[in-house]
């Protein structure tokens, strides 16, 4: 898993530069089932990546500090935010004071901990009636060209790639919500997304470019004008500590 997690590194900007956003539904849906809201609060965003989340809870108002293990993921996250503070850690052992935060964001990111390190961690770091905030942003395999190509990657890799297990800490009783929404793309920007997974950065440049370019030449034919609209699912859960 460390390995896995660590291939980012060499590739932070095209992580950066490729990778989706989020909507506004998600942060509303943050807000309802944490029961505070965003502007104001003290939020720890773990696993903070290039920034993308701890850009947008910013731009709600929230107070965030980032926590990343990464040396090239911290880099990039300074250059590409550099108003915004980052501290170098990860959720097994959080930098971080005890009872200091009203909310801790894992922004596809909790796969990658311990929870049998990372929920005391949380316990440890959130005030009474602070939240934990879990979500993944998963493109919709309801679509059918993108199930098609999920097959297609399941095939390559010999089981879908995505980190597993995605482990729900059963005793922080968590409230479960789908966030829905979509975003029109170039077809290289889509291309680009799945190269900076982590699957296809092990690959390597060879066989990622002969996957991507086949999948080019497929995605064409559904999208002769070149712009592909991505449908997404976020899965977020939230518990109240």
């Known amino acids: 898993m460390t390995t896995r997690a660590r291939s980012f590194d ?7 530069a490729s990778r989706p ?8 849906a943050v807000e309802h089932l944490a029961g505070q809201p965003l502007r104001g609060a003290r939020v720890a965003d773990v696993g903070a990546g290039t920034g993308i989340a701890s850009a947008l809870l ?8 980032a926590v990343e293990p990464g040396d ?14 980052v501290v170098r850690g990860d959720g097994n052992r959080l930098p971080l004071a005890t009872g200091g935060f009203d909310l801790l964001t894992y922004a596809q990111s909790w796969h990658w901990t311990d929870p049998a390190r990372s929920v005391p961690e949380a316990r440890r770091v959130l005030r009474p009636g602070g939240a934990l905030a879990l979500w993944w942003n ?12 999920d097959e297609r990657i399941a095939r390559l890799f010999g089981a879908r790639p995505g980190p597993q297990p995605r ?4 005793e922080l009783g968590l409230t479960t919500r789908e966030v829905r929404w979509s975003r029109r793309i170039p ?3 889509h291309l680009a997304n799945l190269a900076s997974h982590s699957a296809f950065l092990l690959l390597g440049e060879p066989g990622t470019r002969e996957f991507t370019g086949a999948e ?3 995605l064409l034919e559904l999208f002769p004008d070149g712009t592909v609209e991505e449908a997404y699912v976020v899965t977020l859960r939230v518990a109240v500590v």
């Open 10 to 16: 060499a590739a932070a900007a095209l992580y950066h």
């Open 21 to 28: 956003g989020y909507p506004d539904a998600l942060f509303d």
């Open 58 to 65: 910013h731009a709600r108002g929230a107070r965030v500090l």
């Open 72 to 85: 090239g993921m911290a880099e990039e996250f300074r250059r590409a935010h550099p108003a915004l503070p």
């Open 138 to 149: 998963d493109l919709d395999p309801s679509v059918p060209w993108i199930a098609e190509q």
């Open 167 to 170: 482990e729900d800490p059963q």
């Open 187 to 189: 077809l290289d920007a």
């Open 216 to 218: 080019r030449a497929r």
